[in-house]
């Protein structure tokens, strides 16, 4: 990444944060990945902070309250502010369902913060049910399930919505990295040579 | 700090991460602060994850019993390398009064841990005590007090010590700003015009 023409340092990436929102199985995960793959091709740098990580290394012995869900997405959007605002590409792929806490992360941030809503109805993601855990939710072995036992707040006014019942996974990938190169975030797609 | 002559993006800092250790009033805050002033007039970009800051964003909740000391301070080495990895520099400035998650934060950044024993005696500290912590700590009104109730494990082979009972503030941060420079982790100071 570090090109020694330019002397000390290197050229870096644009700071900006895209926060996805969704429900488990929505698609959050796979999509950050599809993004990082092309970042990394055109040679910019990415960091996704996906829920799953967070949890493990973040808010550890947290639970799925409000106050503790409340906690973790805070939590999540500290990192990415210091991150974002030093100039690196962040994804926060968490389902973070309770709009107040993404609208605090959103003043946070500012114009850096970029709300994307990974959309699909809770019928979809429990068909899908890539971790077993709706089957679970609807016999009532998991309590506080987003979308089944627990709430789930959608955007209002999100910047970017994937609608991933009717789009494929790269589909709602491209259309993020389209975003993303009409705000001049990102740089272009590398010719081929 | 955006040089538009470098094309999309701009300049960017080389990452590390100086990991100050010692006891409350030992000058961690301090000498970070200074450091942070000369890194700024060299347009050199610093984040200081200070004690009470990570307390508050992303500890609240843990005690100061040894297994949330340690659950502190992996969060404080998850988000340094997290920075330091993208090219971004960082001060922490906590305690972290054991050795072994010290060096597990080392193993986790490899050579950007650069380790810094601010050393003061817990007399000189209480002597000072800024916040005066160190007068209920005797007095036992604070319990799991870092030096005084609760272990502290100095540092075996820290790649810098800043005496703070012999050197000023301004000495020691002198002292790893030229560590810095040494390395070339830092760009050398500027020439007066």
Redesign the interface.
Known sequence: MTDPN?????????GFCLWFTGLSGAGKTTISKLIEEELTKRRN?L?ILDGDVVRE??S??LGFSKEDRD?NI??IA??AD??SR???PVITAAISPYREIRDEARELMGPRFIEVYIEASVEACAERDVKGLYKKAFAGEIKEFTGVSDPYEAPENPEVVCHTEEETPEESAQKLIEYLEQRELI?PEPVAA
């Open positions: 330019l002397g000390f340092g290197a050229a870096h990436d644009k740098r960091e290394n973040l550890k012995g906690t805070r939590r500290f990192v210091l991150l030093n100039g690196v740089p």
